[in-house]
């Protein structure tokens, strides 16, 4: 049997032989259909491109209906138990496993470069006291772009990497001073004496002690919630940097991009929106309630809840949720996991989620891990962009050096108006 398709267009009872590759055929090929030699030929029409391949990519495995998730072929599970988040951004940068020399010398670039311009910390002086820091982040990143100019040269692997090892090096710090910023705090300039993830904690929280000391328990689960938002193939954010990226801008400003993408609550907001969506049911007996609402209200969602791609567990929240018990005997309880679990055991009993394949996501438990760290509600989104910057960046890369892929520009049904004449206004 031949790898084709074979097509019949009933409208003119030619048939076409499509090749078939990697499970999809090339859309391109459709377009020999036409009913006149004229015509321009036939598209697909794909809204949220739900059954679409945009690229070609070797970083993230996903398996929705088995709950699969692997970075580079590793399992996610594995790296989450074992890695760190600055060796799993390697692996997704470079497509392997760092060596102990290539960890070293990794870990020494992105150190010495977390500092920022000072006008960047004058920059974030002009946002209001009560700022959401997504909205602060997402401006310092872009403004960044204005401060290297050279990062423009996209086309240069070694001008890649070093603007790469920045954003990796900088993103903590732009975060934690949005933080201070907010708080009426002095700005605390990172200590290279601490993990990635401690120097990120120390830049939030360190007060008037000499040296910040991390709680190792926290430190632990930050840089494990770092590794699990790394990547998650071509997520909304992704196809941000990607599109962005693919008109050849720097990736200071393709990464704002994607920023923004993710700052929307249907995806990285929307743990920022679980934890207000449990601290409104307020108690257990609550639950059956808010399910109804859910059920009734196309408005009203299950946060944290359903997925494009999983259509079973999402592999990153059985490891937040079993972490989130760590972190609380380590920082004390958060109340509100009672609530959430009650909440996942209803749902995941009730047909309407069963059916509809809703299951909890990365973002139903990992707002509770950011709560009881002490960080505000509108932080969680930042430490979703904190881990995902490896992934944008990593599928930033990807798509410059794959030699298929052009500027981003999607076709359209255009079913508007025909041609008609202007009106002047003295006649309408
Ligand atoms: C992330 O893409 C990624 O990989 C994202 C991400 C990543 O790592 O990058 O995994 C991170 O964004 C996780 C998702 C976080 N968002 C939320 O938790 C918000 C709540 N969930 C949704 O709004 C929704 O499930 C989406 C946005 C995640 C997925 O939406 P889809 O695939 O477009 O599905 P849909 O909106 O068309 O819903 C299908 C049906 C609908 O019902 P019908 O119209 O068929 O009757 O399921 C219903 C929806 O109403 N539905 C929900 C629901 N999610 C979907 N109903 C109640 N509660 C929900 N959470």
Known sequence: MADTLTVTDNRTGKSYEIPIANDTISAMDLRQIKVNDTDFGMMSYDPAYKNTASCISRITYIDGGKGILRYRGYPIEQLAETSSFLEVAFLLLRGEL???SEMAGFQYEVKHHTLVHENIRELMEGFRYDAHPMGILMSTIAALSTFYPEAKNVDDAENRWLQIVRLIGKLPTLAAYAYRHRRGLPYVYPDNELSYSGNFLNMMFKMTERSYEPNPAVEKALDVLLILHADHEQNCSATAMRGVGSSRVDPYSALAAACAALYGPLHGGANEAVVRMLQEIGSKDAIPGFIKQVKEDRSVRLMGFGHRVYKNYDPRAKVIKKMAYEVFDAVGKNPLIDIAVELERIALEDEYFV???????????????????????DMYPVLFALGRCAGWLAQWQEMLTDDEQRIARPRQVYLGSGSRDYVPLSDR
């Open 98 to 100: 760092p060596s102990q």
């Open 355 to 377: 059916n509809k394949k809703l299951y909890p996501n990365v973002d139903f438990y990992s707002g509770l891990i950011y709560q009881a760290m002490g960080l505000p509600m």
